[in-house]
């Protein structure tokens, strides 16, 4: 699975997307659908710049109840994946992963959710 590509001269990472478990995580940051598919997001979208077309699109930026617990909004794990530092406890739309795939900033997972992060 190619989880980058180029921009300039350095390599931008992409999310992976998760075919399931399907589950209602809270609203998509779309606002037009239930986000039900788990996310990995890549920590240097946190660390460096959000890429402008998710950001336009507000991938994964809805409020998913898993990252929310009690009065803290920030229950986020990071999971090593090929080399890459990813966030858990991100989700979106079907829709909206189709879409982050098309636009190329997103990939589909090859194997299942981590069962460290269930």
Do not use: Q
Not at 42 to 61: L, M, Q, T, Y
């Amino acid at each position: 699975m190619e989880s980058g590509w180029r921009k300039m001269d350095h390599k931008i990472e992409r999310a992976v997307v998760y075919d399931g478990p399907e589950d209602t995580y809270g609203p998509c940051g779309c606002g037009m659908d239930m986000a039900i598919l788990p996310v990995l997001l890549p920590k240097i979208w946190f660390e460096d710049e959000f890429p402008i077309v998710a950001d336009d699109h507000e991938f994964c930026r809805g409020l998913d109840c898993r990252r929310v617990m009690g009065l803290s909004c920030n229950n986020i794990f990071e999971h090593e994946m090929g080399g890459v530092t990813y966030l858990a406890n991100f989700s979106c739309c079907r829709e909206c992963a189709d879409r982050a795939v098309d636009e190329g900033y997103a990939v589909w997972a090859e194997k299942g959710y981590p069962m460290v992060l269930r």
